[in-house]
Each structure stands twice: as C-alpha cells, then as structure tokens.
C-alpha cells in the first residue's frame, strides 16, 4: 500500500483567513513533505519533516506554517495568504529522507 | 545550485509513434526517479535508477541511468493515449548535509498523443 491521502481535496480561502491542509499516511514512512505546484510546473520543495522534526524548509514565507503532530500526519497551516499563493499543495512521504516519495493527490488551493 | 534539465518541454506524437524525453543533470546523482502526472492528477512515481549504465524495462517502457550518473531517459515505444500526461525526472545529489534527501525535479516533459 503506497497511499497517502490529502484533505481538502479543494479549498478557497479569503486573504484573511486562516485555514490548514492535513495529509496523512499509513506506511510507516518516517520523512514527509510539502510541495507547491503551478500549472505546467515541477512540484516545489517547501518543507522536509524526518522523525517528526523539521528538516528542510525552502525559505518558505511565515504564512505557511507546517506541523508533523504525529509519524502518520503532516499539517499545513495557512495564514494571510495572497493570490499568488493559488496552487496545487501536494504531501509525499517516504521511509527515510534518502528513499522515493509517493505523493498524495493534492489540495487544490485558490485564494481570493 | 543543483540542475536538472529536461527536454524537450513538450512532445506531440501520434499515437503508435515513439516517444523519448531526457534529463541532464549539472552534478553527478546518487539515483534518479521518474513520475508521471496525468491531466489534473498527482505525480505518480514509475521507477528509481541507482546503477552506473542502469537499464529498466516496464512493459513499453525503458529507463536508462547514464555512466556518469548525470543523465537519464525515458522511452515509451509505441505510444498510447493511455500515456498522455507530464513525465518528470527528479534527481537526488550524492553528498549529504542539510540537502540530503532532496529532490530536484526536472521542468517535464508534457506528451500528448493523438489518436
């Protein structure tokens, strides 16, 4: 079994609201991770969680705020975000930071 | 920084014809795996290629990792609408630090097949 599921499946939020993306999986996966990704664009490494603790985060702005409360799930906090922020948010986990990634479907965010 | 390169960007064919996309990579990798994302859909991960001259084969398609471990390539023989969708590669470095584990994907390749 090599899923990993994301919720919401689609979200639009104001600028001023505050919302959060969970993704979870049951694989026993110990690394995690959020990506950005336009249309006709790479996904884009944002954040890296590896035993719970964080990693790598890309320089990604404070508006986004991530969380791993757990070894199966992995939140995105989001806050103040502007239009540019639109986009597909995808997770991927894997069993350790060096191994392949699976990816869950994405949130497809729209920001008014 | 770390580059993958991918060409081309986009490749129409029709359906039956071949198709080949390539990635190029400015520093040797530790492996490289490749995905595919259909219309509206996530990536999907097709293989991973660790060895010097690796070769793979799934079904119509065939993976190759370079010698130098900086290049790869993706061929499908006789295409499918079925493989319509970008194909990204994404290439891990060989050093650790604070970039281990790190991905770095290519731009893609979006195949369209035409019936």
Redesign the interface.
Known sequence: DTEVTQTPKHLVMGMTNKKSLKCEQHMGHRAMYWYKQKAKKPPELMFVYSYEKLSINESVPSRFSPECPNSSLLNLHLHALQPEDSALYLCASSRYRADTQYFGPGTRLTVL | GQQVMQIPQYQHVQEGEDFTTYCNSSTTL?NI?W?KQRPG?????LI?LVKSGEVKKQKRLTFQFGEAKKNSSLHITATQTTDVG?Y?C?G?LTAGG??????T????T?LTVHP
Request: aromatic share 20%; glycine share 16%.
């Open positions: 530790s795996q995905y859909g996530h990536p999907v991960f991973q970008t990204f994404a891990r604070t970039s281990y584990g790190k991905l994907f290519g731009q893609g979006i």
